[in-house]
């Protein structure tokens, strides 16, 4: 492999491609919802605006991974070694660089296409609050807000503030903090080093473990009141209740061995869930849309 092709592999890996379908869930699906609950028909949804707004909200997720990975060289010097930083094969100042260059496309992209200042305000938000996560304070509540405010300033740019947006916060909230307890224990070695205000570190990797369980549960609780919201649909219910089982096994499978072959598998299954939750609400949007 060629010099360029190996700068090029490294870039990409930066990007962490692996996240995207989650981090496209996680975005598109509040898109999709609100332009149905704003106008009844999802007729405006394959528009420019939209594909402007599904770049500029790729374009900030990326460059956030990618800040992440530089102020974090430390600890992926520990835990991820063959990362693109700490092995070598990018330099401090090119991560830098690429990470302001996304940062900029997506929250320049998001103003010219919306032009909502509050919109633009909670994006902005959103990548500091991850940003202040992965730099300073590796705090878990401020990583679940900024999951949480992903769906919010989606919302604002496309319709009024609703008790949908609530129970879409709550339950991006709730559910990162439930996927950063497999996460946070597998890390513990490298955040106890440097980031010792993650909750595996301040509570210990078994009692966290434990913990996880309430998170799930409370995820749960955000799953179900979109259910009442969604006039009681069967269709996304019937999603929402594998997602909901999925998340809940993801925690008592940790509770008693936090082996990593069992952290593993609890982290898959806890993207899985959020997978089929937001399989529901699109297929209930879909339906209400054109049945």
């Known amino acids: 492999m060629g010099k360029i092709q190996k700068k090029l592999v490294a870039y990409i890996e930066l990007l962490r491609p692996g996240w995207w379908p989650a981090c496209f869930f996680i ?41 992440n990975d530089l102020v974090g060289i430390e600890e992926d010097a520990v835990v991820n070694p063959k990362r693109p930083l700490p092995s070598g094969r990018l330099t401090k100042k090119a991560v830098l660089i690429f990470s302001l260059i996304l940062l900029t496309i997506g929250l320049g992209i998001w103003w010219f296409t919306f032009k909502n200042p509050l919109s633009s ?75 010792p205000q993650t909750f595996a570190t301040l509570l210990g990797q ?32 019937f999603f929402a209740v594998i997602g909901s089982i999925t998340l809940l096994y993801s925690q008592l499978s940790i509770r008693k061995s936090i082996v990593p072959v069992h952290l593993g598998r609890s982290l898959g299954l806890v993207m899985f869930s959020i997978f089929m939750i937001n399989i529901g609400i699109i297929t209930y949007t879909i339906a209400q849309s054109y049945l």
């Open 27 to 67: 975005g598109l699906t509040p898109g999709i919802l609100v332009i149905y609950l704003n106008s009844g028909s999802l007729g405006e949804f394959i528009q420019l605006k939209t594909v402007a707004w599904a770049f500029a909200y790729w374009a900030s997720i990326v460059g956030i991974y990618a800040f």
């Open 121 to 195: 305000l909670i994006q902005l938000t959103c990548i500091g609050l991850i940003a202040i996560y992965s730099a300073m304070y590796k705090n878990n509540l401020l990583l679940g807000l900024g999951a949480g405010l992903i769906p919010v300033g989606i919302w604002i740019a496309f319709a009024p503030f609703s008790l949908v947006t609530v129970a879409l916060f709550l339950l991006l909230f709730f559910w990162e903090l439930t996927l950063d307890v497999p996460e946070n224990i597998l890390h513990f070695e490298g955040d106890v080093k440097i980031h």
């Open 206 to 237: 078994e009692k966290f473990a434990k913990i996880g369980l309430i998170f799930a549960l409370l995820t749960v609780a955000a799953v179900l009141w979109l259910f009442f919201l969604f006039d009681m649909s069967y269709i996304y219910l």
